[in-house]
């Protein structure tokens, strides 16, 4: 399992400093050698679209992609009609920021009925799936760890999200890989064989042992029990050689300054990713 | 889907009343009517094993199951041995008990390598197997939900479990399937249908949203999102019709008076198992 050597795939997904603003992670990114950036929504709507998108291009940074889309599941037609009129909206947005992929966080059912959620996910993904296309942007998949079933995603793996993705043309859907939620999978090395020419992402961080919290426990890459370096080899195996972002969701991590947090995570991406 | 119209099948799982000892769970089960029970080890041996095995006959209640056996990986052969000696006393303990069932956690990887950890699993269970045959007790791999991967139980899924007891006699491996670990599982009604004649034990609780807390934020029946009864017409229909644990583990459970978590579990029992 051969190393990477520099920082020419490294993304710094904008989750990971969440105190920076949109101008904020660009000029730290551009600090710290990292050439690409995953840019989320609500951060972007701070800043204001048009003014993200000249910060990003004025640095000539990459945007690996927007975070996010999905939340298909809702009670009544209505809601789900919403549900996708937002979708239009991310793509729009993602499209204006020059990101090819907006990433998929599928939603939870809004009852007991996990089954009837899974194919709201289905349809609202076809509702969108044309628009995104006219728009350049692809869609990205992305199965939640199965402990945000509840609360966050219906689609909780791998073979599930490519079984809707392989409903789609290549050039419209894909899925996008987190280490995170994946890693603890037996079938996880056969599945990203299998989405060879749907990886639109891969996503790392890791899995500390215990636990701190739910939401905001993920670990810096290399202090977790994942496997990093081996899941990166099979999805470059799979014929993936696009952006990696590093995607960590920690308080602790949130409350040091941004810079630090960069340094570090390069650092790390070369250890063990 | 019928509910269930008496409490034949209920048996209270120890780890619901945990500041219970194994006289005041057995007591308790005889006040509340509750034909059967699930014994921890901790708790048999805080009490004694003999003890234990004589207040559980002296009252006819059935042993559902003993809890627990596994944790097979460990980094060194002796590490590894030490583990199965201790998998051969608990199938003397259960047998001992009246238990036909022993219920294996089948323990976290030493390392990064959870491949590895998952041959230990194989093999350890292929090394007591035949031992427990001899005294009449039958090896039940219990899936854990895979937040517990890391720390608890290398096996994850059902499928993954069915995987490895199919490899032993139908009479002497089978699979434990909890609600809690196996509800958000795309594939669950599939694999129960498959694990018709190895199912040996059926667990119930709820998945509260948002979790409360890792270990200790399972729910009550009924108070959360998982669709319990759906669950247990499966496990009917794959052929199994024995006892129906009852597995909380829940601080604030344990901090009510066990009567009064008994008469609450009855009732939820009827109205949603």
């Known amino acids: 399992m051969q190393p990477l050597t520099d920082l020419s795939?490294?993304?710094?997904?904008?989750?990971?400093?969440?105190?920076?603003s949109v101008l904020e992670a660009v000029d730290g990114c551009?600090?710290?050698?990292?050439?690409?950036?995953g840019l989320w929504r609500h951060k972007v709507a701070e800043a204001g679209l048009t003014e993200s998108a000249r910060i990003v291009r004025s640095t000539g940074l990459q945007v690996s992609s927007v975070c996010r889309g999905g939340f298909f599941p809702a009670a009544t037609p209505a809601e789900r009609e919403a549900?996708?009129?937002?979708?239009?909206?991310?793509?729009?947005?993602?499209?204006?920021?020059?990101a090819s992929v907006l990433v998929l966080v599928c939603g939870p059912a809004p009852d007991q009925d996990i089954g009837a959620a899974r194919e709201m996910v289905r349809d609202g993904i076809a509702a969108v799936a044309p628009y995104a296309q006219e728009r350049g942007v692809k869609l990205a998949i992305e199965p939640l760890?199965?402990?945000?079933?509840?609360?966050?995603?219906?689609?909780?793996?791998l073979r599930q999200a490519l079984d809707i993705a392989e409903q789609f043309d290549q050039q419209q859907v894909g899925v996008a890989i987190d280490v995170y939620h994946v890693w603890w999978d037996p079938e996880v090395y056969r599945q990203i064989k299998r989405?060879?020419?749907?990886?639109?992402?891969?996503?790392?961080?890791?899995?500390?042992?215990?636990?701190?919290?739910?939401?905001?426990?993920?670990?810096?890459?290399?202090?977790?029990?994942?496997?990093?370096?081996?899941?990166?080899c099979a999805v470059d195996a799979?014929?993936?050689?696009?952006p990696i972002e590093v995607e960590i969701f920690n308080q602790a991590l949130w409350d040091t300054p941004g810079d630090e947090v960069l340094a570090l995570m390069c650092q790390r991406y070369i250890a063990h990713v």
Do not use: C, K
């Not at 760890?145 to 793996?157: G, Q």
């Not at 899995?207 to 202090?223: A, E, S």
């Open 195 to 232: 989405a060879e020419g749907r990886i639109l992402g891969f996503h790392t961080n890791d899995w500390v042992v215990p636990p701190p919290d739910f939401l905001l426990g993920r670990g810096m890459i290399g202090d977790g029990v994942i496997e990093i370096r081996r899941l990166r």
């Open 83 to 98: 549900r996708i009129d937002d979708n239009r909206r991310a793509i729009e947005e993602a499209a204006e920021l020059g």
């Open 145 to 157: 760890h199965p402990m945000f079933a509840a609360d966050r995603s219906v689609i909780v793996t």
């Open 30 to 37: 551009v600090r710290a050698g990292i050439p690409s950036i």
């Open 9 to 20: 795939r490294l993304s710094l997904n904008q989750a990971t400093t969440q105190n920076w």
């Open 238 to 242: 799979a014929g993936y050689h696009g």
